[in-house]
């Protein structure tokens, strides 16, 4: 009979900070640790995949709070919850008079997410008219917000989770 190898890995959370702890046994799950502590030391765009259930946000919340940007807030976005038309008004914000009802300008979750991480939860679901907005933040980190022409620089670190299988969509 083979001798299971195993390792231990307890990252401790925050509960203030809404950072749950993660704790590992097999060696595959503290080799996905491993890997969230090797992205978290970057500030390139992630992409976690999984079914549903099996902790994608959990892990970017580990990728957050282990890299240097866990000072800054840790915003989650459910791409899929957020109605086509108002998604660009919610993702890069809106200035005063931008709309009708408008009385007062607006941040955006890619704003309050300044110096921290920005994530975006079933991000497959996201409507086909934000993905060149959400490419230009990704590539340059600009945008702009609803109604404003003054270009903005966002200085937040984006995470993105789903369960769907991204290629086939292409």
């Known amino acids: 009979m083979r001798k299971r190898s195993t390792c231990a890995a307890i990252h401790q959370g925050d509960a203030n900070r809404g950072t749950p702890s993660i704790v590992a046994v097999s060696r595959r799950m503290c080799q996905v640790l491993d890997t969230c502590d090797l992205f978290a030391g970057c500030d390139e765009p992630v992409i976690v995949t999984g079914e549903t259930g099996t902790g994608k946000e959990l892990i ?3 990728i957050h709070a282990v890299g240097r940007r866990q000072p800054g807030p840790f915003v989650p976005v459910n791409c899929a919850a957020v109605p086509g038309e108002l998604f660009e008004r919610e993702f890069f914000g809106h200035v005063r008079g931008a709309f009708t009802g408008s009385s007062a300008s607006s941040m955006g979750y890619v704003e309050k997410a300044r110096g921290g ?9 996201l409507p086909m008219s934000m993905q060149p907005k959400l490419l230009r933040l990704l590539e340059d980190g600009s945008y ?3 109604g404003d ?9 984006i995470v993105a989770a789903t369960n769907t299988d991204l290629k086939a969509l292409v």
């Open 117 to 125: 991480t920005l994530f975006l939860d079933e991000i497959g679901e």
């Open 144 to 146: 702009y917000r609803l």
């Open 149 to 157: 022409p003054e270009i903005r620089q966002s200085d937040a670190r």
């Open 60 to 62: 970017s919340r580990r």
